[in-house]
């Protein structure tokens, strides 16, 4: 190419100076679509002095209703209303200062795509996988390494380091979370994490518009939701909206200086979640929880900024319209400001009536967890419009039921007594049951690397009421027995996901028989369960564990199931007549496992240490 004179360079600054300083601006969100049911659309602009302009858009069906300054002079808030006869297209907003266009940005609306307001949310019919993509698989090694980025090398042996998982590898692996039965996908934040540590994880957010590039790119994030789509799975956002991580791009320059908590003073969360029900929690206990930094990493964002409120509002539904989610998991939810939640929350689903958001409340007192489901009345007034709650609870009992020896008040008698807490929910068959995260002790560590314990426990979870979500890995019995506790090490590699990986979880070559049988069962399992509408809707019923069994009942008007967990180490044989009200004149079932069929005229045997699953006709 040749090379351009420098004069032709200066007449190129005189005649064109406002397309280059339209690349200067930021602005967020990058775009919207035509017909939403909120007309209302705030953007966010940053820039050299853009405080100081004057914006003017001419575009037939888009209007500026208000202009508003920030603290900052290189930010700006335009309130725009998009009438329903605006069309798709876009246009340009000019920015003046003195009578001269100092900026322009080129805006685009979309139209939007047929039935995306009707989007259908996960449910009870649904079991939900979820990932940690940097620990998954490796589907696109050319992202490796970002070289702009502060984290910029990969280690495998180091357990919080970056391993090099992306969209790809999910993507690639599609087919077999299809295959295993999955109907959902739920990874951890794939946005930017430009952290200098730790970065794997995600939820030290950076740029709340951009995928992180060791992930993949925008188009990899849309082809992973539109392939999911194809096979039948549908895909959770995993959302951060209490905290963000300190090398976001506004901290350099914050629009308000109330845009964080403490800005001045870090100080970290006391993490009393209570004080969102109680009714004697002080004051300066409340500030502390809701506006203490989760870690020294991660800012508080203060969403009583009504600015930030609408930018973190708008860029959930952003998300939801750009990929077609079908949920949202909100991290550390009862940390956010109450009333912001309920915006939140009414103003996604008042767009998208079907959608689901799930929020995550770490408290094992049902109590606790209760409060923030949709349709539970508070004597506090929240009145939020989230469907779910994770049931940690459940996941607490469920642990110690399986582990603990069986006494009058300790054994399985805990998860009998857990399940009679539902009457404390608005809705219990919402609730996410899970035996671990990302954030907790592989189910099969804290199982004590016991094979039949963990058959009962995944038995439970996908018979029970609720929505499951099962943690990757778990059907090949990931565990981290040599870390208790360690996060780095719960988040290990899926075997094969990896090329030069001995061991492959996706085609089962060179893992264990025991690891081939948990991954046989429960592939089985997840696809009985998706087409048992009695499972995903039925009514419960259980009778109190006697001698180290638990038996309880699934059942609506055309079908019933009976699980027995049997806890004891030898067979076990149970006389079917304490059961009369739910088997009452039928003389058999039939063993989902096996397709043997079982006379439930006058005894049942189950096997030591088993779970057993019988539809009965």
Not at 100 to 118: D, E, F, P, S
Not at 223 to 238: M, S, Y
Not at 401 to 409: I, R, Y
Not at 468 to 496: C, M, S, W
Request: aromatic residues 12%.
């Amino acid at each position: 190419m040749p090379a351009i004179p420098v004069a032709s360079i200066l007449l190129m600054l005189l005649f064109f100076p406002f397309s280059l300083r339209a690349q200067q601006l930021r602005v967020e969100p990058m775009n919207w679509w035509v017909g939403m049911k909120n007309p209302e659309l705030q953007l966010l602009v940053h820039g050299e002095d853009v405080g100081e302009t004057v914006p003017w858009v001419s575009y037939g069906g888009v209007t500026v209703r208000r202009v508003s300054k920030a603290e900052s002079k290189n930010y700006l808030f335009i309130d725009l209303l998009v009438a329903r006869t605006a069309k798709p297209g876009s246009f340009t907003i000019s920015f003046k200062k003195g009578g001269k266009t100092v900026y322009t940005y080129n805006y685009t609306l979309y139209q939007r795509k047929a039935g995306a307001g009707a989007v259908k949310g996960f449910n009870a019919s649904d079991v939900i996988y979820l990932v940690t993509p940097d620990r998954f698989a490796n589907g696109d090694e050319s992202n490796d390494v970002a070289p702009a980025m502060r984290e910029k090398k990969i280690d495998r042996k180091n357990d919080y380091g970056r391993h090099g998982g992306d969209i790809r590898g999910i993507i690639d692996q599609l087919d077999y979370i299809a295959g295993m039965g999955y109907t959902a996908i739920w990874p951890t934040p794939l946005l930017e994490n430009d952290m200098p540590q730790s970065s794997y994880h995600g939820y030290a957010i950076t740029d709340y518009y951009k995928v992180d590039p060791r992930f993949g790119t925008l188009a990899d994030y849309k082809e992973l939701a539109d392939k999911a789509r194809q096979k039948g799975i549908k895909l959770v956002f995993d959302g951060v909206v209490n905290h963000t991580g300190s090398h976001y791009w506004w901290m350099k320059d914050l629009p308000f200086r109330d845009w964080i908590n403490y800005a001045d003073s870090m100080q970290i969360t006391n993490h009393r979640r209570t004080v969102n029900q109680d009714p004697y929690a002080s004051a300066a206990d409340k500030e502390l929880m809701v506006k203490g930094w989760f870690v020294r990493s991660m800012p508080d964002l203060n969403q009583l900024n009504p600015f930030l409120s609408s930018f973190l509002i708008q860029n959930s539904i952003w998300w939801i319209e750009t990929l077609g989610l079908a949920g949202i998991r909100q991290d550390t939810y009862p940390y956010s400001q109450k009333k912001f939640l309920e915006k939140w929350t009414c103003q996604i689903v008042n767009e998208y009536p079907g959608f689901s958001i799930v929020g995550e409340e770490w408290s094992t007192n049902p109590l606790i967890a209760a409060y923030w489901q949709k349709g539970k009345p508070n004597t506090s007034g929240y009145n939020g419009c989230m469907k779910s709650t994770m049931d940690f609870p459940l996941q607490s009992v469920l642990v110690q039921a399986l582990t603990e020896p069986e006494t009058w008040d300790k054994g399985l008698v805990k998860l009998y007594e857990a399940l009679a807490n539902d009457f404390v929910y608005a809705d219990p068959k919402n609730l996410l049951v899970f035996g671990d995260n990302h954030d907790m002790d592989r189910l099969f560590t804290q199982l004590k690397n016991k094979t039949d314990l963990m058959q009962m426990a995944l038995t439970y979870l996908l018979t029970i009421r609720g929505i499951p979500q099962l943690y990757y890995g778990t059907e090949v019995l990931i565990e981290n027995t040599a870390k208790p506790g360690d996060h780095g090490l719960i988040r290990t590699d899926f075997p094969g996901g990896w090329k030069d990986d001995t061991a492959n979880g996706f085609t089962g070559a060179g893992l264990s028989a025991d690891q081939l049988r948990m991954q046989s069962f429960l592939k089985k399992l997840l696809n009985w369960r998706k087409s048992k509408k009695v499972i995903h809707d039925g009514n419960t019923l259980h009778f109190g564990p006697q001698k180290g069994v638990y038996v309880y009942f699934r059942y609506d008007k055309t079908d019933t199931v009976m699980v027995i967990l049997n806890k004891n180490a030898e067979e076990t044989t149970i006389n079917t007549s304490r059961f009369a009200e739910m088997i009452r004149d039928k003389r058999s079932g039939t063993d989902v496992l096996t397709g043997q069929t079982i006379s439930l005229e006058k005894a049942i045997t189950v096997a030591p240490m088993s779970a057993l699953i019988l539809e009965i006709k």
